[in-house]
């Protein structure tokens, strides 16, 4: 995947990455520090919804946890020059479809660094071409499985280079449409494609305007800062690169027609094949113009894509759903689900601090949470094992339950004390039952050993009366690793059957629980959380992302636990297996 984005923020998170992962191929001594702190800001910037620009107008940026001195001159040369030099200087070393190459999850800095020196290996292809000619294998650490996993990962990356993450593109998205929307002349706006119905990744960026003078639109729209390339232009469509790739297609229609515009463009395609042979068969036709009869030519509709649906005899299909998996005959027997929404969201069940790996104290997550108009939220640190992440030991846990007790008598919210408690290999819990009790939420997560068949393990850790949820049950990273092995029927049935509500865990990279999975586990009887596992305080507006993500998994507001009033949730706490 390339992470390739509109805002310098990501922008500069992707220089900083690779300049860790550069510093780790030269496994220079007395990197690790370095390599931690460009990781950590990189993360930082990811989070962070507003442009750093202005955060260095405001002299504000030193504020950011995480970005010292030294960082925060690199991010002001960046925005001054639009480059960084000593990041300039590393990649004539090590170019940028080398370090892409570091997003294999087989394929560690130090075997790329051998790879290169040894083959030229700089790209996929030629990657590809050593992986699948068997040189390697002459190499330590190149044994039959481990090339069998880096040739895996290559597809994986293949299938997501050109695509981004919605949730790093979603707040440029949403700018670009406000700036939009103020042009003289725009009548009506949305966006289209895979973006309104947000799939977890995004190719193209399709917008749709109803306006009247479509040549003065465009020529509004053309002079935006971040228009680095005019693509094509003609007299109904625009489509330009912004900043670092991104394509974005602009597209001008009549009033009359926004509403059939707007329905051919969200797609998919396989959505809109099924409804057109739909409108054949009851004597229509169907385009980007309208719904019309197909031996008059009449037009039925055209300004309305509710009045589209209705007109084929549909309920009207949210776009999440729009993939031609049983939508349409849902919708035609009126059988398509109150999907849920934002509003429907009462609190945040998965959140770090910085008693563990957040970046923000427990008081600054908890203001971020009133803003959202929240009335709960969890605190759920990592237990040891997660040495990386600073995982919480006893004392800290006993300070971290009195901070936790202090605040609820300051602040009109509820805070949990919780945990996101590592699954050990066996099924067991990172924390014994005696402190497991004391939490208010547990969620049971895995965060090592990918490459196994975790069905046991998690049911196992599903077993536990003290834990509530699952976190991110399948691990996949979109981009670079796929779900371990999972019995899933198996995993859902034990859910179901021990209460244990499963994660739809809004990270970008996450959206874990997958979309499908969601829709099955959800048949078999289980309930969800939608969190965001924030470990930044800007980060809580994730949480719509989360909700769009369990729409496509046909949600409503009763499969959801946290939209549940607090004293409603408060029951559902407590151990009633105990
Ligand atoms: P993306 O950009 O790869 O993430 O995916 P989409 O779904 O945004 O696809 P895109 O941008 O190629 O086209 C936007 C929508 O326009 C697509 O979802 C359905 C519609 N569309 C585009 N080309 C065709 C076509 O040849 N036939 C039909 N029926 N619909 C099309
Ligand atoms: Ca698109
Ligand atoms: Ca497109
Ligand atoms: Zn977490």
């Not at 103020?182 to 966006?191: M, Q």
């Not at 305080?537 to 549940?564: C, F, H, P, Q």
Request: hydrophobic share 40%.
């Amino acid at each position: 995947m390339s992470y390739y984005n509109f805002m310098k923020n990501e922008v500069i998170a992707k220089i900083f990455e690779n300049m860790a992962a550069i510093l780790e191929i030269e496994g220079a001594p007395n990197a690790y520090f370095r390599v931690r702190a460009y990781q950590n800001a990189a993360q930082v910037l990811k989070e962070l919804p507003i442009d750093v620009e202005e955060l260095i107008l405001r002299g504000e940026m030193l504020k950011i946890p995480g970005i010292g001195e030294i960082l925060a001159q690199k991010i002001r040369e960046y925005i001054k020059t639009g480059k960084i030099e000593a990041y300039e200087i590393m990649l004539k070393m090590y170019p940028q479809s080398l370090l892409d190459l570091l997003k294999i999850q087989s394929l560690g800095p130090k075997k790329l660094k051998l790879l290169h020196e040894t083959f030229g290996v700089k790209d996929l292809n030629s990657l590809e071409k050593v992986m699948k000619s068997g040189q390697a294998e002459m190499l330590p650490k190149f044994k039959a499985k481990t090339i069998a996993n880096i040739l895996h990962g290559l597809d994986i990356l293949k299938n997501t280079q050109d695509r981004v993450l919605l949730g790093f593109i979603y707040p440029k998205v949403q700018d670009l449409l406000t700036r939009i929307k103020k042009i003289p002349g725009v009548k009506k706006i949305e966006v289209a494609g895979s973006f309104r119905r947000r799939q977890e990744t995004i190719g193209d960026i399709d917008i749709l305007v109803a306006g009247k003078n479509p040549s003065q639109i465009f020529s509004s729209f053309l002079k935006f800062p971040e228009i680095k390339r005019v693509l094509a232009h003609g007299e109904t469509k625009s489509s330009v690169l912004i900043d670092e790739g991104r394509q974005v297609d602009l597209r001008i229609v009549n009033e009359e027609n926004f509403g059939a515009a707007l329905q051919y463009f969200t797609g998919s395609k396989k959505h809109n094949i099924a409804i057109r042979k739909l409108a054949n068969n009851l004597g229509l036709t169907i385009n980007e113009y309208a719904l019309s009869d197909i031996k008059t030519g009449e037009v039925k509709v055209s300004k309305s894509e509710e009045k589209i649906y209705q007109a084929l005899g549909l309920q009207y299909i949210p776009p999440e759903i729009r993939n031609d998996t049983g939508e349409i005959e849902a919708a035609q027997q009126n059988k398509i689900p109150k999907l849920i929404e934002f509003s429907d969201i009462k609190g945040d069940l998965h959140i770090h601090s910085n008693y563990s790996d957040g970046k923000n104290s427990i008081e600054q997550m908890v203001v971020a949470a009133i803003a959202k108009g929240y009335e709960y939220i969890a605190i759920t640190d990592h237990s040891p094992r997660l040495t990386v992440a600073h995982g919480l030991h006893l004392e800290d846990l006993q300070k971290k339950q009195a901070e936790i007790l202090a605040l609820n008598k300051k602040f009109p919210i509820k805070i949990l004390y919780g945990t996101e408690v590592d699954i050990l290999e066996d099924g067991s819990l990172d924390y014994p039952n005696e402190i497991l009790k004391n939490f208010d939420m547990v969620i049971a997560s895995i965060h090592y050993k990918f490459n196994q068949d975790n069905t046991e393990r998690i049911s196992k850790a599903m077993q536990n009366p003290f834990v509530h949820a699952i976190g991110h049950l399948t691990g996949r990273m979109i981009g670079s690793r796929d779900s371990y092995p999972l019995d899933f029927d198996k995993v859902f049935q034990v859910a179901a059957k021990t209460q244990t509500w499963l994660e739809i865990n809004a990270q970008p990279e996450r959206m874990d629980l997958p979309d499908i999975y969601i829709r099955r586990a959800k048949e078999a009887g289980c309930k969800f959380i939608i969190d965001t596992d924030s470990h930044f305080n800007k980060s809580l507006w994730l949480m719509d992302l989360g909700v769009s993500y369990a729409r496509r998994g046909w949600l409503t507001e009763s499969d959801v636990i946290n939209t549940l009033k607090w004293k409603d949730l408060k029951s559902k706490l407590k151990y009633d297996s105990l």
